[in-house]
């Protein structure tokens, strides 16, 4: 199977599989650019995904970058790599496998977690463990400005004016519990709203301004009684942000 064929299986495998998740596709993390991120409660699940048409050549670097930020991470895998793909990564990574007909049939001592849509099989081969490398202060890499801001004010910290990202990331890990911290932190990503590059915000950090356009694609005067927007850029690194990604259950809270 190719790349683009086993997304869409993995992404509803893992709405089932979790009991809430945000999926962020192609985001940058040091080198490496992770295929898929999910951010569930309290943690970070990075999934590299490698299928039949690739190769383990980039593999070793990838797997150093998503260990700075996940704290659970998945190889997944095309049936072409079933019998060998183990070898190629840590003990503590995660293993699944899609394909049409299934990966691993004939095995029954295997812990396994599968759905199938149509004929497209999904397998957790092998469970992954906590990573012994990942670092909070890497995660924290993850938010943007006002977000820190936010976790200052939710433990009664300083605004910490004139500091850099670092030096707030490195003073919230020091005063505040870092389990508590990453329960908080992965909660204002799932919260993330994406929307703002669109219609606007009122944070000092967060103003996104857009431009109307003519049918020619030549910009219009503003009105009169509007300030003249322009359109933000996309957040760095991230390609294509899946937000509609939940649950029934855990809708999106109206802002």
Known sequence: MLDKDMREPLFDFLDEYFDKIRIIEEKVILKSRADVLGVIEGAITGFEIKSDSDTYERLPAQIKDYDKYC??????????????AAEHIPDYWGLICISEEGCNEAENDISQSER????????????????????????????????????????HLPKCTGKNKKEISKLLIEKVDNDLLREQFTELLFERDYNIFNEGSDSSDEKVTTFRKTKTGVRAKKKPAKKAVRKAPRPVG???????????????KER
């Open 71 to 84: 704290d659970y991470s998945y190889l997944v895998i095309g049936k072409s790599h079933a019998a060998h």
């Open 116 to 155: 199938e849509s149509s004929r497209i099989k999904v397998e957790v081969i092998r469970n992954a463990a906590l990573c012994p490398k990942v670092k909070l202060a890497n995660q924290f890499q993850l938010l943007w400005r006002n977000e820190l801001s936010q976790l200052l004010a939710m433990n």
């Open 238 to 252: 991230v390609k294509n942000v899946i937000t509609g990604r939940r649950r029934k259950n855990n809708e999106k």
